[in-house]
């Protein structure tokens, strides 16, 4: 029977307000446990045109119909647009979401911010956005963050190192086939990462001759038995118009005896036995159906060793 989870990443002040509720809704109605990734800080999204000469980039805009699903206002916030700043807008929903029984994490500050330039960042550059996030939840949350993914699956060694620093429970920072210790340029990082195992959606979305419905028989044939399956989900796509869609997933895959987990008592699971955790290499890599290139887990198997988590 093979274990799912779900993370949810909220990118943006509008699938915070309006996406994000209707996804809680949705899985509280069907008892089905998720992990909300929220961006706590500037809404800059308007600034993603920057990506204009990634490889991919317009076609990926034009086959998902990102107009459509992120709205005009949203492509322009920070830009010809004010930056609407997400965690002071919408503390009350966000406790909202963790009170109804939700896990809750990190997703980034500045989505933009991070998703374009971390990997240049120096370190003190890497440590003040991501102790940004930490401040910014622990007001809205009154406590420290378990857990951060990062946006557009974009990490680095200093990244890792001060996830190290915060003491997270886990990240989910890349693509992957199963849960790791991350290392980068040779170093090892204490912080377990557990890796989306599923294409997402908007990767999916848009491909000739594809009907909903061979979406979710894609989802249900790459279905693994000997490992977590780890879908990521975005708020302004399966919260917002694909919601049917994504009920519909829900729906087969219950029906296919899917057993769906929370990320947090999975690491936690996890933590109990350290030294069975292979240690991978991160690399970056292409997706099929995303623009750039993304955090990867490396094809070599990994090797065990012994990390001391701190968990």
Same mark, same amino acid.
């Given at each position: 029977m093979p274990a799912l989870a779900l993370k949810i990443?909220? @990118?943006?002040?509008? &699938?915070?307000r309006q996406g994000a509720p209707a996804l809680a809704a949705l899985l509280r109605e069907t008892a089905t446990p998720a992990c909300f990734l929220f961006s706590l800080g500037?809404?800059?999204?308007?600034? #993603?045109? %920057? %990506?204009?000469?990634?490889?991919?980039?317009l076609k990926? !805009?034009?086959?998902? &119909? !990102? /107009? &459509?699903?992120?709205?005009?206002?949203? /492509?322009?916030?920070?830009? =010809?647009?004010?930056?609407?700043?997400?965690? *002071?807008r919408h503390a009350p929903l966000m406790r909202a979401i963790r009170d109804a029984g939700f896990e809750t994490g990190i997703h980034c500050h500045d989505h933009c911010r991070w998703q374009d330039r971390v990997r240049a960042m120096p370190l003190e550059e890497v440590r003040a956005e991501f102790a940004a996030?930490? $401040?910014?939840?622990?007001?809205?949350?009154?406590? +420290?963050?378990? #857990?951060?993914? $990062?946006? &557009?699956?974009?990490t680095c060694a200093h990244a890792r190192r001060v996830y190290d620093e915060a003491r997270l429970l886990y990240s989910s920072d890349t693509r992957g086939r199963a849960p790791f210790f991350p290392r980068i340029d040779g170093l090892a990082s204490r912080t377990l990462e557990i890796p989306?195992?599923?294409?997402? =959606? +908007?990767?999916?979305?848009?491909?000739?001759?594809?009907? @909903?419905g061979e979406i979710i028989a894609h989802y249900l044939r790459h279905l693994r038995d000997d490992t977590l399956n780890v879908l990521t989900l975005h708020a302004e796509i399966e919260g917002m118009a694909k919601l049917p869609l994504f009920r519909a997933l /829900? $729906?087969?895959?219950?029906? *296919?005896?899917v057993r769906f987990v929370r990320l @947090?008592?999975? #690491?936690r699971a996890l933590h109990r036995s350290p030294a069975a955790i292979p240690v991978s290499d991160i690399v970056m890599a292409p997706i099929a159906g995303r623009s750039g290139l993304v955090a990867t887990q490396s094809e070599d198997g990994g090797t065990t060793a012994s990390v001391t988590t701190g968990q």
């Open positions: 990443d909220i @990118d943006t002040e509008r &699938g915070t500037p809404d800059n999204t308007g600034k #993603a045109i %920057r %990506r204009i000469l990634r490889p991919g980039f990926k !805009v034009s086959r998902t &119909g !990102v /107009l &459509g699903m992120y709205g005009l206002r949203t /492509l322009l916030n920070g830009t =010809l647009l004010p930056a609407p700043h997400i965690g *002071r996030a930490r $401040a910014e939840y622990r007001r809205i949350f009154a406590a +420290d963050a378990p #857990a951060a993914g $990062a946006p &557009g699956w974009q989306t195992t599923l294409p997402t =959606l +908007d990767e999916l979305l848009g491909r000739p001759g594809w009907s @909903d /829900l $729906a087969a895959c219950r029906a *296919r005896g @947090d008592e999975h #690491a």
